[in-house]
């Protein structure tokens, strides 16, 4: 709280209601087999306005559930997800989703995936194609603009889903392992695109990112919930104070990270002692 | 095109060719009853049959019939399909009827069509579309229902909704699969065509199927007709829907050599 870097945040979480909120949010899983499993329960946390929070925990500790009900794309078993303090009722524009497969439409040229986002949100025709290209050059992909997403590399599309996501304006970017499936290269580019994109909103956007890797979690948020094994529950908080632009290599991070480390192994651990045989 | 991509594309198929007209002289030969005619006197007949003008004026009337055929049961197969797909209680009550009517063999429409149309044009049309228009619905809602649901929720999340989202992201995602109808549907339309015009011989209006008919008795002749009959409808398919397919297809890097 007290860093002075980010007071101006603070101010604004004490003075008005959080950008997102979750109460007592209990989601849960069909399985395959048809039974329902807890994913989560009783998961209570707020994101301030301008925050960048990540949600890391083992993987089925019901994260990417929790980040589904934020987005309005799942309804929680019981509990409440709030925008604005407003329940959720659905997906929308203002909340950008960047998925851990890039998601963008085979049929479309990259530029065409990021002009359709504008489109419907409703940008006038002639401001497409210009706002399209700036966001394309933004993620380093002025030179893709009119390839088809099968000709890139994974890196590559991923960083086009960014420019698709932010190209709306969002208040709002969810983020679930969107880096997950990527080498190490590409996700260390894309983490970095992240992170500048954060910055250059200047506390305007509000970014919530779904994780297992811990080192990115510690160079990417202000704050780490660390989620239990399922059914998931909040364990424990870290606020990383590092300035920005951040590295991975800052030594502040490293010893956040071997701290968040300590309490995930044992947590892992925990959950791979008490699953069913 | 490259010639030696050509060469690669046609030979294959050139090959198939051979092989059926080989064996085909062979067994013309074996037989000396004029049952099966060989592959020159077709050849023969079909020049006939060209000279006189009885085989283009067959396939133009039979091609027009195709083609308003056709269009109309795409259209009707395109929407019953969004209907059904958008519906679940529309689904589960008329898709087993369409699936009845798709098994249906298309001859069995053929005396009802003549009992509620008569001898006439409409007559061999209905059978078309009805024969046709089921393969369109069943394929339509299968490739809407295939779309994977990471792209539906994608584009929720970028704000389409309702028609919206099926304009920007639904059609489009289903476009393959609608493509593959439409293939099946021509067959489909193409096969009860010629068995509406075979039986019924409307007065002055011959299709193609009708020569089938008319020409029973010369052997020869016959099978020119079911020769031209073949070759178009091969064409047709190649190179309308065949390359269109590849197109679609190409774009989205979904065809093994791109």
């Known amino acids: 709280m007290a860093n002075a870097e980010t007071s101006l945040l603070r101010e604004r979480w004490d ?80 909340r950008a989703v960047l998925f851990q497969d890039p998601a963008l439409f085979p049929w479309l040229s990259v530029r065409a995936n990021v002009e359709l986002a504008l489109r419907l949100v409703g940008t006038a025709a002639e401001e497409r194609g210009s706002r399209a290209t700036s966001w394309l050059e933004q993620v380093g992909l002025a030179d893709a603009a009119d390839a088809q997403p099968h000709e890139l590399s ?68 202000d704050r780490v919930l660390v989620m239990s094994a399922a059914p998931g529950h909040l364990l424990e908080e870290f606020r990383i104070h590092t300035p920005r632009p951040r590295d991975l290599d800052d030594v502040l991070v490293t010893r956040v990270v071997s701290e968040i480390h300590g309490v995930l192994m044992d947590e892992v651990g925990r959950g791979d002692a008490d699953a069913p045989a | 095109m490259r010639p030696r991509r050509v060469l690669a594309e046609i030979a294959p198929p050139l090959v198939g060719v051979l092989v059926v007209i080989a064996v085909w002289s062979i067994a013309s030969s074996l037989t000396s009853t004029g049952a099966i005619p060989s592959p020159g006197a ?76 008569g001898v006439t044009e409409r007559a061999v049309v209905f059978v078309a579309i009805v024969g046709s228009f089921p393969a369109m619905t069943l394929a339509t809602l299968q490739a809407i229902r295939q779309v994977p649901p990471l792209y539906e929720r994608a584009g929720r999340t970028l704000g389409a909704q309702g028609w919206s989202l099926y304009r920007a992201v639904i059609f489009p995602a289903s476009l393959p699969g609608i493509m593959a109808g439409l293939q099946q549907a ?8 010629m068995a509406g015009e075979l039986i019924v011989a409307t007065a002055g209006a011959a299709g193609l199927g009708h020569l089938l008919d008319t020409r029973g008795s010369d052997v020869a002749a016959l099978l020119a007709t079911l020769g031209v009959i073949v070759v178009l409808g091969v064409a047709a398919d190649y190179l309308l829907f065949g390359q269109l397919d590849r197109r679609i297809r190409g774009r989205r890097g979904l065809l093994p050599d791109s």
């Open chain 2, 42 to 117: 077709v050849w023969a007949a079909f020049v006939d049959g060209m000279r006189d003008g009885s085989i283009p004026q067959a396939a133009v009337r039979t091609l027009v019939r195709l083609a308003f055929s056709f269009i109309v049961a795409v259209v009707l197969g395109v929407a019953l399909g969004l209907g059904l797909a958008l519906n679940e209680f529309a689904r589960r009550s008329i898709r087993p009827l369409v699936v009845a009517l798709q098994i249906t063999p298309f001859v069995a429409w053929v005396p009802l069509a003549v009992i509620w149309f």
């Open chain 2, 186 to 193: 021509w067959g489909f339309a193409w096969k009860a065509l």
């Open chain 1, 154 to 221: 994974a890196g590559m599309r991923q960083r086009a889903a960014l420019a698709r996501a932010l190209a709306a304006d969002p208040q709002v970017l969810l983020g679930d392992e969107p880096f997950g499936a990527l080498d190490a290269q590409a996700r260390e580019l894309l983490q970095n695109e992240v992170q500048r994109a954060w910055v250059e909103a200047r506390g305007r956007k509000t970014f919530l990112f779904v994780t297992h890797n811990v080192r990115e979690a510690a160079l990417l948020a």
């Open chain 1, 15 to 94: 003075a008005g209601v959080p950008k997102l909120s979750v109460r007592d949010l209990t989601v849960t899983r069909r399985q395959a087999s048809g039974d329902t499993v807890t994913a989560a329960a009783h998961v209570t946390f707020d994101v301030a306005l301008g925050e960048f929070v990540c949600l890391l925990g083992p993987s089925g500790c019901g994260k990417t559930s929790i980040l589904n009900v934020l987005a309005g794309l799942d309804a929680p078993a019981t509990g409440q997800a709030l925008v604005d303090g407003q329940p959720i009722d659905g997906p929308g524009p203002d």
